[in-house]
Nanobody, 125 residues
Framework: DVQLVESGGGSVQTGGSLKLSCAGS????????MGWFRQRPGRAREGVAV?????????RYADFVKGRFTISQDNAKNTVYLQMDSLKPEDTAMYYC??????????????????WGQGTQVTVS
């Protein structure tokens, strides 16, 4: 079974930084893509950043985080990270890690991810 466990959320002031981590198990990282999504209060879940875990290492970011957030990975630790800088109050949300191993999902951007973590809360004030 695939299990994803997020950590690193918390409360921070506007302009501050946080780094989220997602540790995965049951994942063959050479064939997976992983990403970060968020759900703001009263809003639908939205994609934040996704990355392929193979040698391609391609990434995709939502426009609203470009230049502020960075997704990275450590395959040796089966972990994907989201470095969040210049945080804004509108970044307040539950952040979720997701993974998938289907090529059409990994090529398609933010849609269709099948494995999800429980989420970690980020609050910016």
């Amino acid at each position: 079974d695939v299990q994803l466990v997020e950590s690193g959320g918390g409360s921070v002031q506007t302009g501050g930084s946080l780094k989220l981590s997602c540790a995965g198990s049951g994942v063959d990282y050479q064939h997976y893509c992983m990403g970060w999504f968020r759900q703001r209060p009263g809003r639908a879940r939205e994609g934040v950043a996704v990355a392929s875990m193979d040698s391609d290492n391609s990434t995709r970011y939502a426009d609203f985080v470009k230049g502020r957030f960075t997704i990275s990975q450590d395959n040796a630790k089966n972990t994907v990270y989201l470095q969040m800088d210049s945080l804004k109050p509108e970044d307040t949300a539950m952040y979720y890690c997701a993974a998938d191993d289907r090529p059409w999902v990994c090529r398609g951007g933010f849609d269709g991810y099948q494995y999800w973590g429980q989420g970690t809360q980020v609050t910016v004030s």
